[in-house]
């Protein structure tokens, strides 16, 4: 799993997807969402609200809730029981916290 400071996970995300974070995309490790803050806009949650889901809550979560969105029904997220299955990545904040995170979408995916 790669382990990597904010700044540096950050730049990687602008190096892949530019430099508007709501085009970023992320990758649930379970069911393998490809999805981005935008998707979560779209759906209805606050900008604030999709900046911290896309990369730690499967969008499926939505659709699991009833929600409508166009992707597989899946409750997954960074922040429970098993993570990201190692499937992820972790980000070091810079007061030192190791922040388990979805990885990124390839670009065949995104």
Not at 89 to 104: G, H, L, N, Y
Request: charged residues 25%.
């Amino acid at each position: 799993m790669i382990k990597q400071t904010l700044d540096e996970w950050r730049d990687e995300a602008r190096e892949r997807f530019g430099n508007k974070g709501v085009d970023w995309k992320f990758v649930c490790p379970s069911c393998g969402n490809v999805q981005s803050p935008q998707d979560f806009i779209d759906s209805g949650c606050s900008e604030a609200e999709a900046a911290r889901l896309a990369y730690q809550g499967c969008i499926g979560r939505l659709a699991h809730a009833g929600m409508k969105v166009e992707a597989k029904s899946c409750n997954w997220s960074a922040y429970g029981f098993l993570g990201t299955m190692g499937k992820g990545r972790i980000v070091i904040t810079p007061d030192s916290q190791e922040v388990e995170v979805f990885d990124f979408a390839q670009e065949a995916e995104a």
